[in-house]
């Protein structure tokens, strides 16, 4: 109930603010399990990904998210569950496998962080890691003005137009190369940069 009554409000709140200009959404599988594997440069980027989905969605968030309990309420509500950063998080991983095993598509950010324009960051190992053993499709999102819309450290927004771009699924089933397969999915996330208008 509260995730749809989420998504309203920011499908409401983009229609005023912040024009979603999206394409690629025949790429989307229409069933099963997924990884939605996007970049990351504004807190508005999770609302994003999940306005180019009707189906419920999972996030995987920072920890530190959820310190607050009214907040990690709201955060466990609309599908989020935490992981650790810059350390093995089994606990995480095992939810994340769970929860595509049961047929819940779920939202990372493979750089683990927000990263500004024209920063580069070594992509975490867990959407490889995921990708091959939950043996799910990886679909890569590319998201363009959300950082111009909300600008980090910013308490309001500013109107204008976001990009969401999104490829076509890739498959991994080699074990093992967990870093070669993250590596590739952030290039395909990256290379839809020029797709955007």
């Known amino acids: 109930m509260i995730y749809y009554l989420a998504w309203y409000i920011f499908?409401?709140?983009?229609?005023l603010f912040f024009p979603l200009k999206i394409s690629g959404l025949e790429s989307i599988p229409r069933q099963g399990s997924f990884i939605f594997a996007s970049n990351h440069r504004s807190y508005l980027d999770p609302m994003l990904v999940?306005?180019?989905?009707?189906?419920?969605?999972?996030?995987?968030?920072k920890d530190t998210l959820f310190k607050n309990k009214f907040f990690g309420f709201l955060l466990n509500q609309v599908g989020a569950f935490p992981v650790r950063r810059n350390?093995?998080?089994?606990?995480s991983i095992k939810e994340a496998l769970k929860r595509l095993k049961r047929g819940c598509p779920i939202v990372i950010f493979p750089e683990g962080t927000r990263v500004s324009t024209g920063e580069g960051k070594k992509p975490?190992?867990?959407?490889?890691?995921?990708?091959?053993?939950?043996?799910v499709p990886v679909v890569p999102v590319f998201i363009e003005g959300s950082?111009?819309?909300?600008?980090?450290?910013?308490?309001?927004?500013?109107?204008?137009?976001?990009?969401?771009?999104?490829?076509?699924?890739?498959?991994?089933?080699?074990?093992?190369?967990?870093?070669?397969?993250?590596?590739?999915i952030m290039?395909?996330?990256?290379?839809l940069r020029s797709n955007n208008k």
């Open 124 to 135: 975490e190992l867990g959407a490889g890691f995921l990708a091959v053993k939950a043996d």
């Open 50 to 61: 999940g306005l180019c989905y009707r189906r419920k969605l999972s996030y995987v968030a």
């Open 147 to 184: 950082d111009r819309v909300l600008p980090p450290g910013s308490p309001r927004l500013k109107p204008g137009p976001i990009y969401v771009t999104i490829g076509k699924p890739m498959r991994f089933l080699q074990p093992h190369d967990y870093p070669r397969i993250a590596a590739e």
């Open 87 to 91: 350390a093995p998080d089994i606990r």
């Open 11 to 15: 499908f409401i709140l983009s229609k």
């Open 187 to 191: 290039d395909a996330v990256s290379s």
